[in-house]
């Protein structure tokens, strides 16, 4: 069982359990294999948290923001349903362009470009840009290859 979805909102994406049955059943009982549809849903969750645990706290806390809730199980299912389909004959394009959206959007808030409202920021004693962008001075330090104060260069002080 997923943090973001169930196995009944992947269901759904689908025309009844004939078709994902198809796509799931290892065993050919003729019923929806569960232990797949977890594997699609979990991986759907990790790959979106891989990116996005960049700026916040994952799994993030869906409790508190039904917005929040809509959006990630919005997102996990459209990733499950690819993952899911891809055990079948072939994914249309379309289906591929709609993995390729929802990597990018979790790219975009791995970056800072994207927000999730409501979710817990990471507290991190490091900063993903090691230099400033400005400074109280005339120096340029927008061609500084390097970090000019870091642990390595202060652990002798």
Same mark, same amino acid.
């Given at each position: 069982?997923?943090?973001?979805?169930?196995?009944? /909102? #992947?269901?759904?994406? *689908?025309?009844?359990?004939?078709?994902?049955? *198809?796509?799931?059943?290892?065993?050919?009982?003729?019923? !929806?294999?569960?232990?797949?549809?977890?594997?699609?849903?979990?991986?759907?969750?990790?790959?979106?948290?891989?990116?996005?645990?960049? &700026? *916040?706290q994952t799994p993030v806390d869906v409790s508190l923001d039904?917005?929040?809730?809509? #959006? #990630?199980? &919005?997102?996990?299912?459209?990733?499950?349903?690819?993952?899911l389909l891809r055990r079948g004959p072939q994914?249309?394009?379309?289906?591929?362009?709609?993995?390729? &959206?929802?990597?990018?959007?979790?790219?975009?808030?791995?970056?800072?470009?994207?927000?999730?409202?409501?979710?817990?920021?990471?507290?991190?004693?490091?900063?993903?840009? !090691?230099?400033?962008?400005?400074?109280?001075?005339?120096?340029?330090?927008? /061609?500084?290859?390097?970090?000019? *104060?870091? &642990? /390595?260069?202060?652990?002798?002080?």
């Amino acid at each position: 069982m997923g943090n973001y979805a169930s196995q009944s /909102d #992947l269901k759904d994406r *689908f025309d009844g359990d004939a078709e994902v049955a *198809f796509l799931t059943d290892t065993e050919e009982t003729g019923t !929806p294999d569960t232990d797949v549809l977890d594997d699609c849903i979990e991986s759907a969750e990790a790959e979106i948290n891989t990116w996005i645990a960049q &700026r *916040f706290q994952t799994p993030v806390d869906v409790s508190l923001d039904t917005e929040l809730a809509r #959006l #990630l199980k &919005r997102k996990t299912i459209d990733l499950a349903e690819v993952y899911l389909l891809r055990r079948g004959p072939q994914v249309s394009e379309e289906k591929e362009k709609q993995e390729d &959206r929802v990597l990018s959007w979790a790219k975009s808030v791995g970056k800072g470009e994207a927000q999730l409202t409501g979710a817990v920021t990471v507290a991190s004693a490091t900063t993903r840009a !090691p230099l400033a962008s400005w400074t109280g001075s005339d120096r340029d330090l927008g /061609d500084v290859p390097t970090r000019i *104060f870091s &642990r /390595d260069t202060m652990s002798s002080l």
